[in-house]
């Protein structure tokens, strides 16, 4: 099930984009808000249980409709999942704006290009030369492609709808609880707890799909020098997959950038194919 469920959510994307922020997205933010209001006492203890209550409570929820939906039939269970999943995705979305980012940016559009940025989440990028642009554009869509779609497939594998809405709720908490206290930062370290593995997976997948070579040496470097974080080893292996290495990227290399993802996307397909198929043939003998 949980090859077609990706598969059928994939499709469905693709089919009929999600736009975020969704009513979903924004109803939990009204939630979450909440949440924070009622649970900030400032401490560690109190960020764990925020986030329990904001991301692990609702993915539970969801798992139990998931599970009694299961018991009548294997078809409605299929399309819950894919259905879960789908509303954690967004891949489409991002791909979509990147490939219209690429056009403004090509024709010297910047307040066109500017506008794309905002609404893949760059807000902060107004006062950047011309000439950098493509390469923040380059960047969020590679951390895009972690959030919203590799994280989530990741924790879906072995966890179903539980684990996708998991991570997904917890990458909208660690947006909007952003700061330094223990209790704020209590949910930027689950984060990096909960990336840790897809990261990596995802830099081996940039690597098999682009250039090897310079994916595997770009993630050391960042690897190694144990002051960088895993989505700085991400952006280096993504950078260096695509042969950019610390040069600056021209416009092209933004729809570069997603096609990579894609490519990579289709070798995680592959591979939940090929489990499938050996549980199958498994259970035919």
């Known amino acids: 099930m949980t090859f077609w469920g990706t598969l059928l959510a994939l499709l469905w994307d693709q089919l009929s984009p999600l736009h975020r922020p969704s009513q979903f997205d924004r109803l939990f933010g009204r939630y979450g808000d909440w949440v924070l209001a009622r649970f900030n006492a400032g401490s560690q203890a109190h960020g764990l249980l925020a986030w329990a209550a904001a991301a692990l409570l609702p993915a539970a929820l969801i798992a139990l409709a998931g599970s009694?939906?299961?018991?009548?039939?294997?078809?409605?269970?299929?399309?819950?999942?894919?259905?879960?999943?789908?509303?954690?995705?967004?891949?489409?979305?991002?791909?979509?704006?990147?490939?219209?980012?690429?056009?403004?940016?090509?024709?010297?559009?910047?307040?066109?290009?500017?506008?794309?940025?905002?609404?893949?989440?760059?807000?902060?990028?107004?006062?950047?030369?011309?000439?950098?642009?493509?390469?923040?554009?380059?960047?969020?869509?590679?951390?895009?492609?972690?959030?919203?779609?590799?994280g989530v497939v990741f924790w879906f594998v072995p966890l179903g709808p539980f684990g996708a809405l998991m991570y997904a709720l917890t990458v909208a908490l660690?947006?909007?609880?952003?700061?330094?206290?223990?209790?704020?930062?209590?949910?930027?370290?689950?984060?990096?707890?909960?990336?840790?593995?897809?990261?990596?997976?995802?830099?081996?997948?940039?690597?098999?799909?682009?250039?090897?070579?310079?994916?595997?040496?770009?993630?050391?470097?960042?690897?190694?020098?144990?002051?960088?974080?895993d989505a700085e080893g991400l952006l280096a292996a993504g950078f260096g997959a695509l042969g950019l290495g610390d040069a600056a990227p021209d416009p092209d290399y933004v729809s570069g950038a997603v096609a990579l993802l894609k490519r990579a996307v289709l070798v995680w397909l592959a591979l939940l194919c090929l489990l499938w198929l050996a549980a199958s043939s498994s259970l035919l003998r």
């Not at 909007?176 to 990336?195: K, N, V």
Request: charged share 20%; proline share 1%.
């Open 68 to 150: 009694l939906l299961g018991g009548i039939g294997y078809l409605l269970s299929l399309a819950w999942n894919a259905a879960v999943l789908y509303q954690c995705l967004g891949f489409r979305q991002f791909s979509h704006l990147a490939d219209a980012l690429n056009e403004a940016l090509s024709a010297g559009d910047r307040q066109r290009a500017l506008s794309y940025l905002a609404e893949m989440g760059l807000t902060d990028v107004e006062t950047l030369p011309d000439t950098e642009l493509a390469s923040s554009a380059v960047s969020q869509i590679l951390r895009l492609g972690l959030s919203r779609v590799f």
């Open 174 to 229: 660690a947006e909007r609880w952003r700061g330094e206290s223990d209790f704020r930062a209590t949910i930027g370290q689950i984060m990096r707890w909960l990336d840790w593995l897809p990261s990596r997976l995802a830099i081996f997948s940039f690597a098999i799909v682009g250039n090897f070579e310079e994916a595997m040496l770009a993630w050391r470097g960042k690897d190694t020098d144990g002051v960088s974080s």
